[in-house]
């Protein structure tokens, strides 16, 4: 998921890469760094592998790690990496993956560019869904994709909730939302939430919602995982056919 995150994010552009991660899970990090010895083998040994290896290696200066030293929620996260936040910056949480023809953080960099404010990928959720997500109030039409927010509010009740219209994990997202965050609010699970800080710099700027196009799978949650790698697997034509084989195995084995 962190892979297709990255890909995602090179592919729109950006050039600064900054994990945030939990102690102890540099791996994740190093993942993305060349790593010399490991490499010189297997570019002998077995050159697809290799090829599938160095894919994603990132130059060394453009990778930041920050460590975020106790879950203190989304928006503490990013707030542990404002030193590296000197503009606009883009936020990809990678349990939303989204399959896209244009990468779906690209598509929110180019309504910044338009815009120059805070714009929000959003999506339309089942409403019995919205105690899981940041949903927004708008007056904007339905049908419209760039919508007007007016208010936010972070996994609000079903009955409080002020429309089924959900944030997914994408962002662009203006410096001063880092300022907001240094509030240190507490909402929401007692946690440090982007959405309030988003939610209070309303008072001096517009933020935009994005109603992006892309298939999204909530990869936060088992099925949801499972059928982003079916999905993968039938999209990609090389493993179309025995994928549907191997589907067909276990449906008719069990049912
Ligand atoms: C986070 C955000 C939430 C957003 C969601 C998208 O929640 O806080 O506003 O709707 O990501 O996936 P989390 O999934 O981390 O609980």
Redesign the pocket.
Known sequence: LIEYAIEEAINSGIEKFVFVTSPEKQSITSYFKKKNNLEEVIKIKNKMLYSLITKYILPEDKIIEVVQSEPKG?GHAIWCAREYIDGPFAVI?P??LIFSKTPCIKQLVDQYYKYGKSILGVQEVNKDQVN???IIKTTTNHLAKKIDIIDLI?KPDFKKAPSNI????RYVLTRNIIDELSNKEKGSGGEI???DAIKNSLTFSEVFGYKFQGKRF?C?NMMGALEAQIYAAINRSENKRETIKILKKYIKKDF
């Open positions: 989304l949480l349990d939303d899981r997500y940041g972070e959900a944030i997914i994990g939430q982007l959405t909530d936060g």
